[in-house]
Structure formats: C-alpha cells, structure tokens
C-alpha cells in the first residue's frame, strides 16, 4: 500500500489537477483491452490495472471534451455513492480512468429489460441523489449531459452518473453554438424550452431538472420520447409547452405512480423557476421508493412538506412595446413605471398624473403595486394620495399589501393598513398577507397584521392556516404571537387533518411543540390517517420530541389506519433510542402492523442491526412471520444485510423457515449475490438442498445469478448438483444454457 500512495503522489505531481487525480500509463495497465461501447465522441474500453488488480473503464475523448476533463479540477476531487468515481487521465492520450460499470447504461437496459416498478422507483431516486450531490456544491456543479447513457449500472443495477464536467457553458460563444453541440450529441430531447429562447443567459440549475424529468418519463415507460421526431418538430413541440405523454406509463403502475408523474411534471415545468430543485425532489423520490422497495408490502409514508410560496414580486415584470399608450407629452406610459423600477424617484414625482394611478399595466399590476415594490415609502404615500385603490389586485390576487409583506417593507405595510388596506384580502390560492408573514418568520409583520384584525385561523385553498405553516418552518415567535389570538390550538388543515402540533414534531421543532402542549395542543390528536404526532415525530428520528410527546400523555399504543405504531415508524427508521424508549413505555416488542409485520421486520428491512438487537433483548421474536411468510432473515438476506444476518444468527433464528413462495433465506442469498450472507446461513447448519415451489435449491438460483464463488462455496458444502428443478433442469443444464464456461467446468466434476 506504501508503495501505491507513492506512486499516486508522484501523478499528482506531474499531473496538477486535484489532490487525488492521477496520470496513468499504457504500461499500468494488463494487455486485454476489450471495447464495450463507441460512440460520435469517444469510446469505452474494459481494462484491468495491474497494481489494483481491478477492473476499470477507460474512456478515450475527442480533443475538446478530453480538455474539458483537464480543466475541471473539481471532478477527481467528486466522490458519491450515485457518481461515478473517475480515477484519472491517461499520459500519452486522451482518456480518462473510471470505475467500471458491468451492466453498461440505463439506455441499453431499457430496451433489453422488463424493470419492476421498485427498481424504477429505485432508479430515479438515486439519479436524484448523485444529481443534488453535484448541485449541492459552492458553486452549483451543472451537468448540462444528463441523458440515459450516461446513468450508469453495477452488478445490482444501482445507478451512477456519469460524464459530468464534459459540457461547460464557458466553452460556447452563443447560446447558438451550445445548441448545435449538445444536439450532435443526441440531447435534444433533454434541453428545456428556456435554451431555445432569444436570452442570452447562461443555463441554471433548473436546466438539469428538466432533463431529469425526460430521463423520469423514459424510465417509467421504458420507451423513447419523440419518437420519430426530428429536432425542429421537437423544438416546437417542447418551446409550446408539449410534454412526452403520460398516458405512456403502462398500466398496471401502482397508485404511487401518479405522485411520481406529478413530480416528472413540475420538474418539466414550462417557467424554469416552477421547476423544484433537487433536493426537494430527493425527499420525495426517497419517500416514493420507500413504499415500494422490495418486498412491495412493506410500505413508508410520503412525506410532504408545503411548499414555500414563490414571490411572485420579486421583479414584477418589465413592460414591453405595446403593453401601454402614448400619453400626451409623447412620453409612453410604461415610461412612468420604468422611473420607479430604476429608483428614479425625483422623475418620477415630476410627471405624475393624476390619471396613471387608475391604469392597468402588466398582468393587471396597478402603480401602486410599483411603487410598493420600490421600496420607498414616500413614493407610496404620493400615489395614495393621488386617489389610488389601496386594496386593488393584480391578475394573480395579489394586493400591494401582500407585496408589501413578501418583501418586509415594514413601514410601507404600515402606511397601507393606514389607508384602509383589508388585512384579510387573499391571493389566488387564498394566502393573506397572515400566510406569508407566517411562512417568512417575520414577526413584526405577523403583529402589524394581527393588530389590524387579521384573521389568525384563516385557511388557504388547501386548508391551511398560518399557524401550521410556522410551524412547519420553526418560526417560535410567530407561533407564540399567533396563539394569542387562536381560541382552537388543535386547528386541523383539510386535505391530511393535520394539526400544528403533527406539522412541528414531523419536522423536530421542539420549541414550538412545548408551546403548543402548553396551549392545550391534544398529544393524541389523529389526522385523517389516523396518524399522531408521536408517530410522525418517530418516523423522522426526534426523540426528543418523541419524549416530550410520551411525557405529556401521547399514548405509545395508538396505530395508524395501517395498524403502524410509533416503534414500527422508530424500528424502519433506525431509530434505537426511540425504540428503547417506547418499549420501556410499555409498548410490545412484537406489536404487528395489518400486514403481520414487527417492528423486527422493518428494522431488518432496512438494516438497522442496532435496532435489531434492543428489539431482540425486549422480547422480540426473531422468527415472526409477516405476510407471505417471509421472516426478518428473509428481509435480510433479499436486501443483503450482512450485519442483521449475523445478528439474528447469534440470536438463535430459524435458518429454515420457508416463505409461501417455498424460498428459504438460503435461497434469496444466492439469488441476490449475498456472499457474505451465504456463509453466514452455512455457519448456521441451513439446508443447504431445500427446494422451493418451484424445485430450485439454492444451487439453482446460484448459478442463475453468475456467482461463482457462491457456487463454490455450495459445491464445498455438499450441495447436491444433480437436483432437477420443475423444468427439468439440473445446475450444470442452467450454466450450459447461459454458456457459463466457468460455472459448468466447476459443476462437471
């Protein structure tokens, strides 16, 4: 290993790019180079490096993108679990060295493979993930590539993502140019309608978003956007607000789907600042695959935050020719909004008139909205008293006032309640002006508008009040001014029946929990899914919370309309401490859900080998059998847990139970490729020859799978290879049919 350190060290050296970014000769590597995809601008080679004895995949580039890799310093220093990992540069040409990918691209996949809906789930939340990671960095770190081929699969058909870095908006004179290239590299499909635009500005996060939804669409319907299409028509299509069609996603799609395509579609959105960014698409992509993740029984809960309402004046929106008249000086109308847009306030006082205060602009804005927006409070008191309506609305609803608080002009709101500004006028989706200062935190504003009789329970569209929404965003003061004038603390929003007290343990705002109990706030309050605070409080991992909850009365026992309790949601997130907790509350080890699943199960679900074991000391069975049969080792073994397979094996489980499919842990060890877990099953006198319904042993599924040293270890283990499975097949027929030359040698003898 000191001699490898060395030698990467001396390639830094030479090469100048990161700290862990090497320089690679033709000699570092064994002679076998086999091609495994060529394209327009390079080519893919399966290498093995002779010091690491590993695979890797070397990537030869044309001149211009193999500059690009040079240049950007950032990307050896770039490590994700959902990223692929690029070890260097080839001395000598123009290639890169990365990790090697067995099962190529999603692109190739697609078309060869019929995905279960868990691994599509599965799929587009790990692109979400390495996509966040990249734009989680200072600065932003844009793909501007992000296509099918270039998501890359493992053994296990996890994703990782590759050829980030290759595209830079830098490299381009115009946005012309960078349209021309990214359609010679077959990414029509993926650019958002913005590019085609006369703007000239650089492409922005919300570029990638876009993309990923394409990338969303073509992994749920495992079919290809516009087909047929040449680009002018796809250009058309997408520029006038057309989308791929969603009536492609077969339909046998669980009800899951329609969340997901709903999150495909905002990420498309036509205006790029509608478009979530990523890591709001991370949570609920988790949530989504959560629910389905194998087996497809054990679901979670989709976790939604209400969405911060966008400020709409944050720049209102600039005139164009036409959108105004002349007045009669020849000066155009638009000219009298333009002064207040550029601060040009003494211009403005000179030629003001008396009959612009009454005139419409862009998107019914008035002058008053403006002159709020401006920010200058004598200004605002000048086109008052001019004669202008205090409470006018623009197209959207929205009322200087509201303009005043998104943007916590204080005085100005002030002087507008002054005038006669109605506190209770509400925007399009019925927000107040309460909602938004309740949203923002802003406490002074939330006083100024109680004060002024504002209603403090109003509801918007979707029912909910400014209380849930300080609530969810940790606002104590706001929640403590907002108490004062509530006469029901236990409030619920419409569509989930929240209260406040769920919307502040769900997100761990402990304060503000302590202030609603102290309120009189119900601890056992359920919402429309018979869902409490502690259980939301214990699925998200506050234990304090959680303790206050327990201490102030919330009963440990109460289920949800599922049968979950706050230990299930604690045990499948891992939660140990909660789960102490619970248990030495009173609550049962053993407590099932109405699928029959433990809280044994959900941890061995997960992985949670901690969790496991306190579960195990309170009292939990090991061999508890949920639905379908299948144990904690099951769970274990299909989602290769190696540290819960040994604990449930030193607790003594039952290695032989069978689920209704007839599969033994043994079985979905090997399936699975679980090394580790099939030694372990060994160690612990499993039936190495047990059958399923389907008369395949272990050895069978083995050699399905392609594991060669699991075969071995079956083979040393006295498996018996002459077993005929329902289709009369014996192991070595199932090695000769995939022309395994490896696997039958091994089986011949």
Not at 39 to 64: D, I, M, P, Q, Y
Not at 87 to 93: A, E, H, N
Not at 476 to 505: K, M, P, Y
Request: with cysteine; proline share 3%.
């Amino acid at each position: 290993m000191a001699k490898l350190t060395t030698r990467a060290k001396s390639r830094h050296h030479d090469s100048g790019i990161g700290e862990r970014f090497m320089y690679f000769k033709k000699e570092d590597f064994e002679a076998d180079w086999v091609k495994v995809s060529e394209g327009k601008f390079g080519h893919v080679n399966k290498v093995k490096l002779k010091l690491w004895r590993e695979k890797c995949a070397v990537k030869a580039f044309t001149s211009s993108d193999y500059r690009n890799m040079v240049h950007t310093a950032k990307i050896g220093k770039i490590k994700f679990k959902y990223l692929m990992t690029i070890y260097g540069l080839c001395k000598g040409s123009s290639a890169s060295v990365m990790e090697y990918m067995s099962r190529g691209s999603l692109d190739n996949l697609l078309t060869t493979h019929t995905l279960m809906w868990p691994k599509k789930f599965q799929m587009i939340h790990e692109v979400a993930m390495g996509m966040n990671f990249l734009h989680s960095m200072k600065p932003p770190f844009l793909h501007l590539n992000l296509k099918l081929s270039n998501v890359l699969l493992d053994d296990h058909l996890h994703v990782k993502i590759s050829d980030f870095g290759i595209i830079k908006w830098a490299d381009f004179s115009n946005k012309t140019a960078f349209i021309e290239h990214l359609a010679a590299r077959g990414n029509v499909n993926y650019i958002p309608p913005e590019t085609f635009s006369q703007n000239p500005e650089p492409p922005t996060s919300k570029y990638d978003v876009y993309s990923f939804a394409v990338v969303m669409w073509e992994i749920l319907t495992q079919k290809r956007p516009y087909c047929g299409m040449n680009m002018t028509e796809i250009l058309i299509r997408v520029t006038s607000g057309k989308r791929p069609g969603v009536d492609k996603v077969p339909d046998d799609k669980p009800h899951e789907c329609e969340e997901m395509i709903s999150l495909m579609q905002q990420c498309w959105h036509q205006d790029s600042s509608e478009r979530p960014a990523f890591y709001e698409t991370v949570r609920m992509t988790e949530a989504l695959s959560d629910v389905l993740k194998l087996p497809d029984k054990i679901p979670g809960r989709v976790i939604k935050k209400r969405s911060h309402k966008i400020e709409k004046f944050q720049c209102l929106p600039a005139l164009q020719r036409g959108d105004s008249h002349e007045t009669q000086e020849g000066n155009s109308d638009k000219d009298i909004v333009s002064y207040l847009k550029h601060k040009d306030f003494e211009t403005f006082k000179n030629v003001l008139k008396k009959e612009h205060v009454s005139m419409l602009f862009k998107d019914d804005n008035s002058l008053l909205h403006y002159a709020v927006a401006s920010g200058n409070i004598e200004i605002v008191r000048l086109v008052l008293n001019n004669g202008a309506s205090v409470n006018c609305k623009s197209a959207n609803g929205y009322t200087p006032l509201l303009i005043a608080v998104l943007k916590k002009f204080h005085e100005i709101c002030g002087l507008l309640v002054e005038s006669g500004a109605d506190v209770n006028l509400a925007e399009q989706d019925l927000w107040t002006a309460l909602h938004f200062a309740s949203q923002s935190g802003d406490d002074r504003a939330v006083r100024l508008l109680l004060d002024a009789k504002a209603t403090a329970d109003v509801k918007d569209k979707e029912g909910w009040t400014p209380i849930h929404l300080a609530s969810q965003n940790g606002h104590e003061n706001v929640v403590r001014h907002l108490l004062s004038r509530l006469t029901d603390v236990d409030i619920q929003e419409e569509q989930s029946g929240r209260t406040a007290l769920h919307t502040a343990c769900e997100y761990g705002h402990l304060s503000i929990a302590k202030l609603l109990l102290a309120k009189g706030a119900d601890p056992n309050r359920t919402d429309n899914t018979q869902t409490t605070s502690l259980h939301l409080a214990a699925e998200q991992g506050h234990f304090r919370v959680a303790r206050l909850l327990v201490n102030s009365g919330a009963d440990v026992k109460l289920k949800d309309n599922r049968n979950y309790s706050a230990l299930h949601f604690a045990a499948l997130r891992g939660c140990t401490g909660i789960c102490r907790f619970l248990l030495s509350h009173g609550e049962d080890a053993d407590v099932m859900t109405g699928q029959k699943w433990t809280p044994m199960h959900l941890a061995a679900l997960k992985g949670h080998s901690e969790t496991l074991l306190v579960l195990e000391e309170n009292g939990g069975s090991v061999d508890a059998q949920g639905e379908g049969g299948w144990t904690p080792l099951h769970l274990a073994c299909h989602h290769r847990h190696d540290e819960v397979v040994s604990v449930l094996i030193n607790a003594g489980v039952n290695p032989n139970v069978a689920e209704a499919g007839g599969w033994s842990p043994l079985h979905f060890a090997c399936h699975n490729k679980g090394f580790a877990n099939v030694l372990l099953l060994l160690s612990a006198h499993t039936d190495i020859n047990v059958q399923n319904k389907s008369k395949d042993t272990p050895l069978h599924l083995a050699v399905q799978s392609g594991s060669v040293p699991i075969v071995k270890a079956l083979l040393k283990n006295n498996a018996d290879k002459y077993i005929v499975n329902c289709k009369g097949y014996t192991a070595f027929d199932l090695a000769q049919q995939a022309n395994n030359k490896e696997m039958m040698e091994l089986l011949k003898h």
